[in-house]
């Protein structure tokens, strides 16, 4: 079995992990940048990492019409739960095991309140341990020094945002990937809006020239398999 990961454009991506599907931080109707449809979704897990509209938007509609269960930190499920969703609440440096694997909310250094103003609790990443590999999804966050804590747990790819005003930039995330020490990384979060554009090309070239990691750059829609 493998693990394969689509790019849907911004925060979005889709996982398919030994026959699950998992979509992680939902954002396409209003996505300038978007390679589906929030209808073509049939996801059996959504994963929320904050509350920003970016990566919340389409989550409320795809759960009720799927039935998926969403999984984000606590407030965040209480809030979905609350709508009538199915939804499974962890927090920060907590793991749970799933059908699919094991995943572990992350820290992450941003905001989380929710597109009605609720509170949305801590942002999180994720980390997932599935088919004897390790994935880490940064999602928003700026740098932080912490990231060398989960380079020792050995990854095999790591999702990181490149396009700075609202994440990490490109120099600090050619310093997360000294961190974090991944065998491929891949840059998301850029060229969705001009202020966030980025030339992601460039940036896997530094990358590979300056640490032993190798740089997938995907268009929306393309996919890389572990
Ligand atoms: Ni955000
Ligand atoms: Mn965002």
Redesign the pocket.
């Given at each position: 079995m493998s693990i394969t990961l689509t790019w849907l454009g911004h925060g979005t991506q889709l996982l398919d992990v030994s026959g699950y599907k998992l979509l992680v931080d939902p954002f396409l109707a209003d996505n300038p940048a978007a390679a589906a449809k929030p209808e073509a979704m049939q996801p059996d897990y959504i994963l929320i990492s904050?509350g920003?509209f970016?990566?919340i938007s389409d989550a409320v509609e795809i759960a009720r019409r799927t039935g998926a269960t969403v999984i984000s930190n606590f407030e965040i499920a209480t809030w979905c739960s609350n709508q009538g969703l199915s939804a499974h609440g962890q927090h920060l440096g907590g793991g749970h095991q799933f059908p699919f694997g094991y995943l572990k909310l992350t820290l992450a250094l941003?905001?989380s309140a929710l597109p009605d103003g609720s509170y949305g609790g801590n942002p999180a990443g994720f980390l997932l341990t599935a088919e004897g590999k390790k994935i880490y999804l940064a999602c928003?966050t700026g740098l932080f020094g912490d990231m060398q804590l989960i380079g020792d747990e050995g990854l095999d790819l790591a999702v990181l945002p490149i396009g700075d005003n609202?994440t990490m930039g490109p120099a600090d995330a050619l310093r997360a990937v000294r961190f974090l020490r991944p065998k491929t990384v891949i840059p998301v979060h850029y060229n969705t809006w001009e202020l966030i554009a980025q030339d992601a090309e460039a940036w896997a070239r530094q990358v590979e020239a300056e640490t032993r990691s190798s740089v997938r750059v995907l268009k929306p829609g393309e996919s890389f398999s572990l």
């Open positions: 904050h920003h970016d990566h941003h905001g928003d609202f």
